[in-house]
């Protein structure tokens, strides 16, 4: 699949800490959004938001979430690609940098199979909404990273399923460099999002 477009490190979204409003970024895959939270900075260091139902519901985000996981990964890991048809996400770093990948493989959708990444840092406070539909995976970029995911469903394994995070379909450009990717057992024998029916 043709590479999709890729937010790189000091793009146009880049703010200022101090700032009042939520900013709402539309991304090129439909019902994806970009959002760059409010944080306010001293000598001290900073204070963050991290959900408010009203503010969100104004971004027009109106899932219930009902669960919130957090993971720490070492540089190279990879986790995903992960898909659950139950729920959307709400994810973001919360220190460290990470390249953030989701495709959607949602039926019917004009752009089903396509993807897209975004390099997501904790200093840049931005956070990334995943429609229900979508694969999620990233990889981490820096010697540790802390990353948040708020989910519309409780996990349940047999609902989830695992996507190859390097199928030929997608054609993912993941920055893993001469290293590879560091993936769990589960992940490594992924199988291709066609032979699960994803794809057109």
Do not use: C
């Amino acid at each position: 699949m043709e590479e999709e477009p890729q937010r790189r490190p000091g793009g146009p979204s880049r703010r200022p800490l101090n700032r009042l409003a939520m900013h709402v970024e539309r991304l090129p895959l439909p019902g994806a959004k970009l959002l760059s939270l409010p944080a306010f900075a001293d000598s001290r260091g900073y204070f963050k938001e991290m959900f408010s139902s009203s503010r969100y519901r104004d971004a027009g985000i109106t899932d219930d979430f009902v669960q919130d996981n957090v993971s720490f990964s070492r540089r190279g890991v990879l986790r995903g690609l992960h898909g659950d048809f139950r729920m959307s996400k709400l994810v973001g770093v919360l220190a460290g940098e990470a390249f953030d990948v989701i495709v959607d493989v949602r039926p019917g959708s004009p752009t089903r199979g396509h993807w897209h990444g975004v390099t997501l840092r904790g200093e840049d406070h931005w956070q990334i909404y995943v429609p229900a539909g979508f694969l999620h995976g990233f990889l981490a970029l820096s010697d540790d990273v802390l990353f948040l995911y708020k989910q519309s469903a409780l996990y349940d394994p047999a609902a989830e399923f695992g996507v190859r995070w390097d199928d030929d379909d997608l054609a993912i450009a993941w920055p893993t460099g001469a290293n590879g990717a560091v993936l769990s057992a589960k992940d490594a024998v992924n199988p291709s999002a066609r032979s699960l029916g994803l794809l057109d």
